[in-house]
């Protein structure tokens, strides 16, 4: 669409003598000649008259845009903006866990405005929560064979190839959990372009029965999962903030046929907890709630009891588990600390228990960050970004210790000089150490067995931290205390 001179996209000026009318297509005014007096040439006069004597207005749904305010009513109902029907696996705050207002203080100061006392007296208090806990994770760092010919591209560039191990090790750890397999549902969380699915996909090759449920909060662009053809596997992906999402209003969930396996490739901060809420407490629990046949018996005369419930307890009968769990297992590549919300945070009672409570656990949330930039001078045009996430996404999106977000470590370059930038480094990673070990208890406490372990070399990336969790009835790894 073309539009006036007084356009808020024309940029510049028309040439002397020449119409002052903004082609849009051509991103450059209209160069015929106008005569004396005049702005606009003949063929543009009309329109520029007419357009300038519209009046465009601010869109109430949404004010980033404007519209004409002649067209709005018939732009109100396209208005990519304006509230949708909800779908019935739409239940609002479901998994944002219990809101307390009086835990949570007003306002806090950030951390370059605490005095050297204040500071000290909080990684005390950091240093004495931590004390038995094991701050050496093990290595789990492993591949898979369904991406070595992706691997050995010669075409993938630094950031290719530093993905593809990552879900290469993912792949790795999800198969030794023996997850990987036929008659299940896998639900990857703050999916992305879907690629941990893609990869889960190729390795089951014609496995029966798979279902693939997506889910991202935002569009996304360049998705795989829309190029995936197999007869038997499908793939599903629902736009949702995971703090709305009721899996067991998903069709294919609803009946409880699919044993679901919760994945996720750096799952940011705070959508951490609500993946774990969602699937261990909103989706689980409701399979207790129901009254059904007894599950023993149902599996008795299920000819295919040894694929869908492969992890079972040695000697029992029938090889039945003695408690059924319909989520299968969890693995999920953690991310972003410093974007934990003590809301929604599933370690509260943890915390708690150690007389910590929401102001230091917002501040160990704010010095988790110097684990992965407390080694790095934060430059000028840096200083005044505290966390940023990208508006284009692109293929760093998916990685967030120095590629989706940018982030400085609040202040730490102005702090007293009372911690080495080592000590800095140390103190992060003791604040995601304790932030994850409420995480492993809060698992422990539903009935899993949960697993914190290395899965990537930190030169690959620096949040390389992998939690995995199955069922006490499974055969699980060993867990960090």
């Known amino acids: 669409m073309a539009t006036s001179a007084t356009s808020p996209h024309a940029t510049g000026f028309p040439a002397e003598g020449r119409c002052g009318y903004y082609v849009e297509k051509k991103k450059r005014f209209c160069r015929m000649v106008v005569a004396a007096g005049k702005r606009f040439c003949g063929e543009h006069a009309g329109a520029a008259e007419e357009e300038d004597a519209r009046k465009r207005i601010l869109c109430p749904l949404d004010p980033k845009h404007t519209v004409y305010e002649d067209q709005l009513a018939k732009h109100l109902k396209k208005c990519n903006s304006r509230e949708k029907p909800k779908p019935d696996f739409y239940i609002q705050d479901i998994n944002a866990g219990l809101k307390d207002e009086t835990e949570i203080p007003e306002q806090l100061v950030p951390i370059s405005s605490l005095s050297e006392e204040q500071l000290e007296k909080l990684i005390k208090k950091l240093r004495k929560a931590s004390e038995g806990l094991d701050s050496t994770l093990k290595d789990h760092i492993m591949s898979h064979p369904a991406l070595h010919s992706a691997l050995n591209d010669p075409k993938n560039g630094d950031s290719a190839t530093k993905h593809l191990k990552q879900q290469a090790s993912i792949l790795g750890n999800i198969e030794k959990l023996k ?49 995936h053809r197999k007869k038997n596997s499908v793939f599903e992906r629902l736009q949702i903030d995971i703090q709305h999402l009721c899996l067991n209003k998903i069709p294919v969930l609803r009946e409880g046929k699919l044993p679901v396996v919760g994945i996720g490739k750096h799952l940011c901060g705070v959508a951490t907890d609500l993946a774990l809420r969602c699937l261990v407490e909103t989706y689980a629990a409701s399979f207790e709630e129901r009254n059904e046949e007894p599950l023993a018996k149902r599996i008795k005369n299920d000819k295919t009891e040894k694929e869908i419930y492969p992890l079972t307890k040695e000697g029992s009968e029938k090889n039945v588990p003695e408690k059924w769990n319909p989520v299968a297992g969890i693995v999920i590549a953690l991310c972003c600390h410093h974007r934990c919300d003590w809301r929604h945070y599933v370690g509260k009672e943890y915390f708690r228990a150690l007389g910590l409570g929401a102001v230091e656990f917002h501040y160990f949330q704010r010095m988790s960050s110097w684990a992965t930039c407390g080694m790095r001078k934060t430059s000028l045009e840096d200083s005044n970004i505290t966390t940023k996430r990208q508006d284009n996404q692109n293929d760093d999106s998916e990685e967030h210790d120095d590629g989706g977000y940018r982030i400085t470590d609040d202040g ?70």
């Open 179 to 227: 997850l990987l397999g036929p008659r299940r549902c896998f639900v990857e969380f703050g999916a992305g372009k879907g690629k941990l699915s893609h990869w889960v996909d190729i390795a089951l090759k014609d496995a029966e029965k798979v279902h693939f449920i997506l889910v991202e909060k935002v569009t996304t662009r360049f998705k795989v999962d829309g190029k």
């Open 412 to 481: 730490a370059d102005n702090l007293p000089g009372l911690l080495s930038i080592e000590e800095k480094k140390k103190t992060g990673h003791l604040c995601k150490l304790l932030i994850d070990q409420g995480r492993i208890q809060y698992l422990q406490q539903k009935g899993f067995s949960p697993a914190l372990q290395y899965y990537t070399d930190p030169l690959v990336s620096l949040e390389n931290v992998l939690l995995t969790a199955l069922p006490d009835h499974s055969s699980s790894p060993e867990t960090t205390a």
